[in-house]
């Protein structure tokens, strides 16, 4: 039997770094605890701001560790629908909700605790070029993980990298850096969690030589009223609009080489809530004969090129429009990333077929639906 202090202690501390914008936003993030063979883990669809018992799935842990034993189809889809499959049979008689993702991982990690969280100053240096070495040279006790699909071929890396340290060093990492993606922080209980993200994020910002600039900037507010009239042409009646500007985009938006470091996705939570690219829109579009038309129009190629509708919209010399509160605490959380980035060799985003991937991604189509 758990023991109830401890899903009370998880529920308290996934809380406490769920409603903190600096760790993790809207439906990003997930934790658990273990004991004996129970794994309690974060339920999809769940925010962890807010979460209760409900919001965690309980799961057999040698169950859901059988899938080590097993063999997989090398093709993508079926592998992660046959994996998917087994992680739901692992689930503990009664249960009905959808185990997270990355419960896989969490379930390997031998640790009672496990927080896996996505701070931007983390980001800064998970999606930065020099991202691995800034890693090794302030946290040498981590374990760092390139790109790679999430889900199982995620958990299997962490795995066999695991391995490995613990027979180099004798015990299992318990800080995991994950490129483009975030950071998992495992110890036996709530204190030794706090105590690890207290020193990543004291070391992370202490080495993060220039903040986001997200000071009030004045908009051209003739300019912002052609764009917001064209886009209504675009979106469907009812679309939010919501206007975004200050000075670390009026930087941004000069032109399409200084808007390029926010120009595509970091991570798959930036895919997933703010999609996988913005348009950008020159500032040509003025100059037509009919402004709203020409944004319009440029909001139908994006459509077209692409298959879906953009979430953002950059205009150049004149501001954001994101079509909803997620969407654009996402590409917040882009522009701060973007930023932190710099002091670590520069932004890299996610590689290409990554991002095809998400995009895919059967799973993630699922969060994003509950997102809305
Ligand atoms: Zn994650």
């Given at each position: 039997?758990?023991?109830?202090?401890?899903?009370?202690?998880?529920?308290?501390?996934?809380?406490?770094?769920?409603?903190?914008?600096?760790?993790?936003?809207?439906?990003?993030?997930?934790?658990?605890?273990?004991?004996?063979?129970?794994?309690?883990?974060?339920?999809?669809?769940?925010?962890?701001?807010?979460?209760?018992?409900?919001?965690?799935?309980?799961?057999?842990?040698?169950?859901?560790?059988?899938?080590?034993?097993?063999?997989?189809?090398?093709?993508?889809?079926?592998?992660?629908?046959?994996?998917?499959?087994?992680?739901?049979?692992?689930?503990?008689?009664?249960?009905?909700?959808?185990?997270?993702v990355e419960a896989l991982l969490?379930?390997?990690?031998?640790?009672?605790?496990?927080?896996?969280?996505?701070?931007?100053?983390?980001?800064?240096?998970?999606?930065?070029?020099?991202?691995?070495?800034?890693?090794?040279?302030?946290?040498?006790?981590?374990?760092?993980?390139?790109?790679?699909?999430?889900?199982?071929?995620?958990?299997?890396?962490?795995?066999?990298?695991?391995?490995?340290?613990?027979?180099?060093?004798?015990?299992?990492?318990?800080?995991?850096?994950?490129?483009?993606?975030?950071?998992?922080?495992?110890?036996?209980?709530?204190?030794?969690?706090?105590?690890?993200?207290?020193?990543?994020?004291?070391?992370?910002?202490?080495?993060?030589?220039?903040?986001?600039?997200?000071?009030?900037?004045?908009?051209?507010?003739?300019?912002?009223?052609?764009?917001?009239?064209?886009?209504?042409?675009?979106?469907?009646?009812?679309?939010?609009?919501?206007?975004?500007?200050?000075?670390?985009?009026?930087?941004?938006?000069?032109?399409?080489?200084?808007?390029?470091?926010?120009?595509?996705?970091?991570?798959?939570?930036?895919?997933?809530?703010?999609?996988?690219?913005?348009?950008?829109?020159?500032?040509?579009?003025?100059?037509?004969?009919?402004?709203?038309?020409?944004?319009?129009?440029?909001?139908?190629?994006?459509?077209?090129?692409?298959?879906?509708?953009?979430?953002?919209?950059?205009?150049?010399?004149?501001?954001?429009?994101?079509?909803?509160?997620?969407?654009?605490?996402?590409?917040?959380?882009?522009?701060?990333?973007?930023?932190?980035a710099e002091s670590f060799g520069?932004?890299?985003?996610?590689?290409?077929?990554?991002?095809?991937?998400?995009?895919?991604?059967?799973?993630?189509?699922?969060?994003?639906?509950?997102?809305?």
């Amino acid at each position: 039997m758990m023991a109830r202090r401890d899903l009370g202690d998880l529920i308290e501390v996934s809380r406490r770094y769920g409603s903190d914008a600096r760790y993790v936003l809207v439906g990003g993030g997930n934790t658990s605890v273990k004991e004996g063979d129970d794994l309690y883990v974060k339920a999809s669809g769940f925010a962890l701001g807010t979460i209760t018992e409900q919001g965690f799935v309980r799961m057999s842990l040698s169950k859901l560790n059988l899938i080590w034993d097993k063999g997989y189809p090398v093709d993508k889809k079926m592998r992660e629908q046959q994996v998917l499959a087994d992680m739901m049979a692992a689930r503990c008689e009664g249960e009905t909700a959808r185990p997270s993702v990355e419960a896989l991982l969490h379930g390997l990690i031998p640790f009672a605790f496990v927080v896996h969280l996505h701070p931007a100053i983390v980001n800064g240096i998970t999606c930065a070029q020099s991202g691995e070495a800034a890693v090794r040279e302030l946290f040498p006790e981590a374990l760092w993980i390139p790109l790679v699909n999430p889900g199982y071929i995620l958990a299997k890396i962490v795995r066999d990298a695991s391995l490995g340290y613990e027979k180099k060093h004798g015990y299992w990492p318990q800080m995991i850096f994950l490129q483009n993606h975030g950071v998992f922080v495992a110890a036996k209980d709530v204190q030794g969690i706090e105590a690890l993200y207290d020193r990543i994020m004291e070391r992370a910002g202490s080495h993060v030589m220039r903040k986001p600039v997200f000071l009030e900037a004045k908009a051209d507010e003739t300019r912002m009223g052609l764009v917001k009239d064209g886009l209504s042409r675009y979106y469907p009646a009812g679309t939010t609009l919501l206007p975004l500007f200050n000075r670390e985009l009026q930087t941004r938006l000069q032109n399409a080489e200084a808007f390029h470091p926010i120009s595509s996705s970091f991570t798959p939570d930036h895919i997933v809530y703010s999609g996988f690219a913005p348009v950008w829109i020159g500032e040509e579009v003025f100059a037509a004969e009919d402004p709203r038309e020409a944004v319009a129009a440029a909001c139908r190629a994006f459509e077209m090129v692409n298959g879906v509708v953009p979430k953002i919209v950059a205009v150049q010399k004149t501001c954001v429009f994101a079509t909803s509160e997620n969407a654009l605490n996402l590409y917040l959380d882009t522009i701060k990333v973007a930023a932190f980035a710099e002091s670590f060799g520069g932004p890299r985003f996610m590689d290409d077929d990554q991002i095809d991937f998400i995009r895919t991604w059967e799973v993630e189509s699922y969060r994003s639906k509950l997102a809305k």
